[in-house]
Each structure stands twice: as C-alpha cells, then as structure tokens.
C-alpha cells in the first residue's frame, strides 16, 4: 500500500525525534520542544531528561488529548544540562518568562466564573457548584464555567425536584434516613438503602442535562416509562411521566435562537483590552441555548485568534466524546485550523467542523456572542482597574519595587488564653485567595488560661509558616530567583507560595516579634513586611519608629484594612470552632467513665450535645464501648 505525502513526512519525522531522543543524556535539566518553524511549544524541566522526553512519545493511555496534539507538532528538541533539579527549576521559570511558549501558558482558573462538578470518583457521587479546579479527582466531571450562575442554580434546584438524589452534604441522623427519603427526594443514599449502582445510573441522566443531551434523555425516559406502563408499573411510569414533563418546562424557558435544530453546535467569540481578553462561548442544542460558558486569559502580545485556540483546546480535551458539538462557529480563522478540526474529529469519533461564517444567520449569532463577550470585558475592566489602582499605590506607601502579587495577613485569637488560634490568609492580585487560607492552633505550653501572649503566638505562627523556606536557603537555594520566576504556570504548589509582602494585625510590638521570628530563620532581608494596627489605623515597617504617613481614605490602605479585616475574622470563626468543641468534651468529661474515647464515639453517633441530651438509655447503649450501666449513668446526669 503506497503512502501519501502527509503520511511519508510523520515517518520522517518520527525517525528524527528517535534519533534526537537517543542522544539526550539521562541527566537533570529542560527540554525546549519546537514545530517546523523553529518555535518553542513547550519548555519542562526534569531530573531524568531522556526518560521524560521518551515518554511523551510512547504510547500512552493517560496521556492528555492537549498534549497528544502538541505531540504531533513536534519536529525538533533541544535541551540544557544543569547540575541539580534546583537548578532546572529555576531556569525553567526564567526560560518560559522570556520565551512564553505556547502549551505552558494556560487559561485564567478564574473563580469568577462557578462549575458544576460530579464526583464520578466517589461510589454514590455528589452534584454541586464550585469555583475551585484545585486538586480535582481524575474521574470528577466538570462542567463550565458559568457566567450565568442564577441559571446554572435554578437548573440544580430543578434537577433535585425532579430526580430522587442526595439532599444533603452530610446525614442528619446516624442510623436513619431523613424526612426526605419518607417523601421520595432522597433514595437513602446516607443508609445506603439504594445500591451505588443505581445512584449512579439517577446520576447519569443528570449529567446528560449539563451535557446539553436533554433530548436524548427524554427519548429514554420515555422508553422507560412506555416499559413500565406495559408491565402494569403504573405508579414507576407516573413518576417518569412527571421527570419528562419538568424537562420540557426547563427546556422551554431557554430562548429559541437557532431555527437548524439538527445540528448541535457551539458559538466562539471574544473582546479584548490592553490587560485581558475575555471569550465566550454559547452552547446551542436542539436549537436553543443551553449554556454560555467564559474564559479570560492575559491580553500581553497574544493575538486573539491565539487565545480562541487555546479556549478551544482546553475546554474540549476536557469533554466526554458525546459533548463535543458537530459544528464549531468561531470569529476568525485560528491557527493550524484544519490540524484543530481532525483532532477534535478524533476525540468524537464523528467529523466535526470549524466554520468562520461571513454571512448569513450564523454571522448574526457571533455578533450576539461578541457582544456578551464585550459586556462581560466592561464589568471585569472595572474590578481590575480599581485593584490594580490599590496595588499600585500600595507598593508607593512601602516603597516596593515591584507591584506585591501575594499578600498574606496574619492574626491572633484567643479568650484569655483559652484555645488560641492563629490565621494566615492570602489576598493574590488584591482578591481573596481562600484555597491559600491556612489555620494554626497554638502549641506554646506557656500560652495557656489566665496567660495570653499574642507576641509569643505570632512568633510561633511566622517561624512555622517560614521554617520551610529557611532549610532551602540553607541548602543554597536562591530565594531571589524563585520570587522573580513565580508566575511560571508550571512551578510545584509548594514552591510557589513565597510572599511578596506580609501584614501582620497589629502594632509595633506585634511587628517587631514577626520579625524577630524571620530573623531567627535568616529571612528578615528576603520579606518584605508591615504592620496594621487599629488604633487610628497606623501602618507601621521595621526600621521606623513612628507610622508611616498615610490617608485613611487612600487606595493601598484600604486594601490593606480588608486584608486585615479577613486576617481576623477568619481567626475568630476558627477560635469559635475551638471553642465550642472544647465546650462540648469539658460537660462530657464531668460524667463518670466518660474518657476522650467515649467522648469521641458519642459525638461521633449523636453529632451534638442537644442529641445526647434528649437521647434515652436504650439509644445511647447501642454504641458499640459504651454498654447498658454508663448508658444509665450518661442519661442519668442530663435527666437528674
């Protein structure tokens, strides 16, 4: 069998990657991959050059649909050998900042925008809306992002009415179903009344929904129903009868904007400004609007056409074959585009096509999408513009160098000295980070009831959050280096969470003892730091005796002030949470045989004081440890 011109070229070019690959050596440093017009696609770093680079060229189950299509632009590797994996860290970062290659610059996670997620990866899956992608499950769904969440809600509430899932996040009681099991919302999943096998089936239908297949599940219900109805099932067709019925009045209030109902399809534009461009896509199913999704990503020098590529490639690697639509209309020609629509025809299994209309009803459709796309920039410009405006003057008021990123604020609570906590939150940007909150409990044996000493746990608080970064400067690590290379998308979590300014709540003492504590660890010359009191709302830095001349109206305070209002709520909320559990364990604690073990089962069982209090003998007896005397003397403390 003779092979085509395309085909002769792919065994070229595969004999030359194999080539190159056979000569990389098996040592630490990064690999620059290029397409036959001598651009760089992708910069990595590794400690293992030649079994990394290997391993994108085998083939692999697991390997992402994105990457499988950079793959197939790869004509040309080179690489740069360093010491140690430290060392190719730092010069991947500082390679991508200065070259921006086209598959390490990704999307903006923006938490403006909610999902919908499935967790696929549990047995009975739960369904609910978040604006977190962070740590996700390989076998979790999502679907998004939403601009419309009121739509996106309402759809949910809906689902919930019409198909019997979980109601709650967590069991009300511990051996029983609730109220809405008794009335048919709930299958049992909390007693595990319905197997996960057919919760999962329930859940399947649903995901047909936000998979815009709303049609195809009418279609089965309707079978079911007519199946039941044969068997004499009265009651089980009723009930889909209804389901069916609840799914045309949601389809119904979406907008009809499309008269080709045969073909599903999804509708891509854009709009930009100098700092960010914000795309959107509406998804058009039988017809009518059944989602408009956005995506934003940094303006810099990318083109338009660039960006649509990359929401392209992004949104639909990440969709199951039935999802993708089989016609994608988009304003402008994109790069590779032909190369785009065999990849995106593989991954559905049928040919999908890319169209840039010019005329006709389908140019009357981008028109609407783009001036969504425009309205949305409008709204975005107008946040951005103002926090950045705060930042900047901020980084005045302290004199920085550079607009400060990562802002982490830091704080103390306590009563007395009884249970105290403190809090680290993260303002990235000049909004709230709150996937960066972290939580401490003191652990000083000195701070105690009747002995407070913030200075002491704010000490404790700064050396346990720092001491990590003070062993990598000690082992030689460039602090520097990795501070000017963090915004690199590909950097690990743990490497790139280094501040570029921290604000501790209160004054000069609460200051001077944060500094001591980076002083102890040698970072004091590596932080940049400040303190906010409340009094008169004085900013005070280290070096300086008197607070630092400010207005209290002025953009880089303000900030500043919510940063520390968010430092202290979130420590109060966690001391309050302390507290009422240690409220809780002291009464149980009074009772005779009541250790923390049996403390922790009744807790466990019952959930609250409230429960135990009202419990009767033979319910408290049931917990396996507890048995029929201290049951009697449990019930006899609260009924005396």
């Known amino acids: 069998m003779s092979l085509n011109n395309n085909q002769i070229k792919d065994k070229i070019n595969q004999k030359k990657i194999k080539e190159l690959i056979s000569i990389i050596p098996s040592l630490p440093g990064c690999y620059l991959m290029k397409d036959i017009s001598d651009r760089i696609l992708y910069i990595g770093k590794s400690k293992n050059l030649k079994k990394r680079v290997s391993s994108y060229f085998r083939k692999q189950v697991d390997i992402s649909p994105r990457i499988s299509l950079m793959v197939r632009q790869i004509t040309d590797i080179e690489y740069i050998i360093t010491d140690t994996e430290n060392e190719a860290l730092a010069l991947e970062a500082n390679l991508i900042k200065k070259n921006q290659p086209y598959y390490n610059i990704l999307l903006k996670d923006d938490k403006k925008y909610p999902y919908l997620c499935i967790t696929w990866s549990e047995d009975y899956p739960r369904i609910y809306v978040t604006r977190r992608r962070r740590n996700r499950h390989q076998k979790d769904r999502y679907y998004g992002p939403y601009v419309d969440v009121t739509l996106l809600r309402n759809t949910l509430t809906v689902i919930k009415k019409v198909f019997p899932v979980r109601q709650r996040i967590r069991p009300l009681y511990k051996d029983k179903p609730c109220l809405n099991y008794s009335i048919g919302k709930c299958p049992g999943v909390c007693q595990q009344i319905i197997s996960a096998e057919d919760y999962r089936e329930t859940i399947k239908r649903i995901s047909m929904v936000f998979q815009g297949r709303t049609d195809q599940l009418k279609d089965i219900l309707y079978s079911k129903m007519m199946s039941y109805s044969s068997n004499l099932e009265f009651e089980k067709a009723q009930n889909i009868k209804e389901q069916i019925n609840s799914l045309d009045k949601l389809s119904n209030s979406q907008k009809i904007t499309d008269p080709d109902s045969s073909i599903n399809r999804d509708i891509i534009a854009s709009a930009r400004n100098q700092s960010i461009t914000c795309v959107q896509l509406f998804q058009i199913r039988s017809g009518k609007i059944i989602g408009r999704l956005a995506f934003s990503a940094d303006t810099n020098n990318d083109l338009s056409n660039l960006i649509l590529r990359k929401v392209i490639e992004e949104h639909y690697s990440e969709l199951d074959p039935v999802e993708i639509p089989q016609e994608l209309i988009i304003e402008n020609e994109v790069e590779n585009q032909e190369l785009l629509m065999k990849w995106l ?17 389908k140019s009357e459709l981008i028109k609407l999408v783009k001036k969504n796309a425009e309205e949305e920039i409008k709204k975005l410009s107008h946040g951005i513009e103002r926090t950045q405006e705060s930042l900047e003057d901020l980084a005045n008021i302290l004199e920085l160098q550079s607009i400060p990123r990562r802002i982490e604020g830091y704080d103390i609570s306590h009563i007395q000295g009884s249970d105290p906590v403190g809090s680290q939150v993260v303002f990235i940007n000049g909004l709230p980070a709150k996937h960066h909150y972290r939580k401490y409990k003191i652990r000083s044996e000195q701070i105690k009831i009747g002995h407070s000493d913030d200075y002491l746990s704010l000490y404790e608080v700064i050396s346990r959050r720092f001491r990590r970064w003070s062993l990598y400067k000690k082992e030689g690590f460039d602090i520097k280096a990795l501070n000017d290379s963090k915004p690199s998308v590909i950097d690990p979590i743990q490497l790139n969470d280094f501040p570029d300014l921290v604000m501790i709540d209160g004054g000069k003492g609460q200051l001077n003892s944060a500094l001591k504590a980076l002083s102890d660890l040698n970072l004091e010359n590596d932080i940049r730091i400040c303190s906010l009191a409340k009094k008169n709302e004085e900013l005070y830095v280290p070096g300086i005796g008197d607070p630092l001349p400010t207005i209290k109206d002025e953009p880089g305070l303000l900030l500043l ?65 507890i048995g029929d005397e201290l049951a009697r003397t449990i019930w006899s403390y609260f009924n005396k």
């Open 561 to 625: 002030r919510r940063l520390r209002d968010e430092a202290h709520r979130f420590a109060i909320s966690f001391h309050r949470d302390r507290r009422s559990k240690s409220q809780r364990r002291s009464e149980l604690s009074e009772i005779p045989g009541v250790g923390p073990n049996r403390i922790k089962l009744l807790l466990d069982y019952f959930q609250s004081m409230d429960a135990i209090r009202i419990a009767t003998e033979q319910q408290i007896s049931k917990i396996p440890g």
């Open 345 to 361: 025809s593989e991954l559905k299994g049928k040919r999908v096509n890319i169209i840039v209309p010019k005329r006709s009803f």
